[in-house]
C-alpha cells in the first residue's frame, strides 16, 4: 500500500532518521551479519534506512525495494550522492520480490509489514529470499498506535487482518522465521531479529 501525505511526512522527517539510526546500532549488535553478504532493505522509502544499511553492516551488494516509485526515485538519488557500491533500487511490492530464493544473507523492514495488505505473505516472501541462517530485521508497529481514534482518520493502513504481537510471531514462525531477539511494547510495537531456519 502506498504512503498518503500524513505517511510520508512521519516516515521522512528528521526525526524518522535519528530513529532509525538508533534502530541500526541494535540490530548491529543483535544479529551477527557477515561483512560484504547481500542484503535487502523492503519498503526502503528515500533510502535513508539502506545509506545506514550500507555505513553499519557493509554489505558487498545493497538492494532497496518500494512499491512507490517516486520512493524509489529518492532512494536512488540518495545512494547515488554517497560513496555506496554495489547497489540497486527496484519497484516491487513486499509479497512479489523479485529476487531468486535463497539469495540474501538478510533482509531489512522498517515499519513495512503494517501497510501490507496481505502482511503474511510478505513474510512468506521475504524468508522465501533468505538463504538458510539468513537475518530478517524488523521494526513494526501494532494497530492501537495506528488505528486509534486520531490516527485512522489522517494515515492510510489496511484496516482488515491487521496483526498484534501473537499474530506476527505465529507468521514469522510459520514462514520459517525464528525470533531470536527483539524489544517490544504491546501497544507501539516490535524491533527484532529473526533467523531462517533451515528446511
Known amino acids: 500500500m502506498k504512503l498518503n501525505w500524513a505517511e510520508r511526512w512521519a516516515v521522512n522527517?528528521?526525526?524518522r532518521a535519528i530513529e532509525q539510526r538508533v534502530e541500526i546500532r541494535w540490530m548491529k549488535r543483535r544479529g551477527a551479519?557477515?561483512?560484504g553478504g547481500i542484503v535487502l532493505e523492503v519498503g526502503c522509502g528515500r533510502g535513508v534506512g539502506g545509506a545506514l544499511i550500507s555505513r553499519e553492516f557493509k554489505p558487498a551488494a545493497l538492494h532497496l525495494s518500494d512499491l512507490d516509485m517516486e520512493m524509489a526515485r529518492k532512494a536512488r538519488r540518495r545512494l547515488d550522492s554517497g560513496v555506496f557500491v554495489g547497489n540497486s533500487v527496484v519497484v516491487a511490492d513486499a509479497f512479489r520480490l523479485p529476487y531468486l530464493g535463497g539469495c540474501m544473507d538478510a533482509v531489512?523492514?522498517?515499519?513495512?509489514?503494517h501497510h501490507v495488505p496481505?502482511?503474511?505473505g510478505a513474510v512468506s516472501e521475504i524468508a522465501r529470499v533468505l538463504k538458510p541462517g539468513g537475518l530478517y530485521f524488523l521494526e513494526e508497529l501494532y494497530p492501537v498506535l495506528y488505528q486509534n481514534f486520531l490516527t485512522r482518520h489522517i494515515l492510510l493502513h489496511p484496516q482488515e487482518g491487521r496483526f498484534v504481537s501473537a499474530d506476527?510471531?505465529?507468521g514469522l514462525r510459520e514462514s520459517g522465521l525464528a525470533l531470536q531477539d527483539f524489544l517490544e511494547h504491546p501497544w507501539i510495537g516490535i524491533l527484532g531479529v529473526a533467523v531462517r531456519r533451515a528446511t
Not at 531489512?108 to 509489514?113: E, P
Open 108 to 113: 531489512f523492514g522498517f515499519g513495512v509489514l
Open 33 to 35: 551479519l557477515r561483512q
Open 118 to 120: 496481505d502482511w503474511r
Open 13 to 15: 522527517n528528521p526525526l
Open 168 to 170: 506476527l510471531k505465529l
